[in-house]
């Protein structure tokens, strides 16, 4: 068993978009209450993320768009999207959540932690160059993939988006970087309605249909994902950990299990070690089933800890 890095900020609990809103603060609490009942709780690692600078959210955002978003402290609660709601208490939310990122690649690469979960909100995939769209505000594994890049020089990054959303942000940020392979696997069709078309050597796009199951899911990533990460050779993965695939969570029509996140997981770390001197850092994008989400998690947290 290892120990792996656990990143959190109480400011991530702070934002709320409102009554009845999927990604509300209970889901950090829904994690944090099953690792306690998982006796996980005590075996991790645990840090208060910094907020991130305007210089590490520069590589992947416009500095306008940056601007505008912590403009919000100051300003009355607006939606930027017909989903997306920004609060006073967001912009401080969305600095810690991507801050995280930032953390977990400088534990991981200075080998103090051999892998990290990053537990923050808002999440971040959706969020686009100059643009808060699907929940998201800064592009969260996108800060994290650009600081292991400009920071520590590495040559090929991988970043593994298992939300049952595609992570259009992600892609749009990275698009013309060859340094990133990007894999995601989403229901499709499904918001955000792209991704399936997608033609690229190092954007590697899965899109699955409704009720697809574990078979097909994992049959799909192996017959795509896991070969294009093989031959790429990547230095570090990185792991966009989405569980609203699961088949107790009502955002959608793919129906996985906890053992399908602990499998995707094993696959992703065999890899990592392969290539990569095991690094690899995990951060929180979707899941809306509170007690799935949590059982999820805890899971998926295992296998980073090799306990599974």
Known sequence: MSSIAYLYHPDCMHHDMGVGHPE????FSAIEDQLIASKLFDFIRHYEAPAATREQLARVHD???IEHVLSFEH???TYLDPDTLITPQTPKAALHAAGALV????????KQAKAAFCNVRPPGHHALHDQAMGFCFFNNVAVGAAHAIHHYGLRRVAIVDIDVHHGNGTEDIFRNEPRVLFCSSFEHPFYPFCGADTVSDHIINVPLAANTGSEKFREAMLNHCIPALHKFEPQMIFISAGFDAHRDDDMSHVSLSERDYAWITQEL???ADKFGEGRVVSTLEGGYELHSLGRSVATHIKVLMRMY
Request: aromatic fraction near 4%.
């Open 24 to 27: 509300c603060p209970a889901r």
């Open 103 to 110: 953390m977990a690649t400088d534990l991981v690469m200075k």
């Open 63 to 65: 500095k306008k768009y």
């Open 75 to 77: 300003k009355p609660s």
């Open 269 to 271: 770390l065999l890899i």
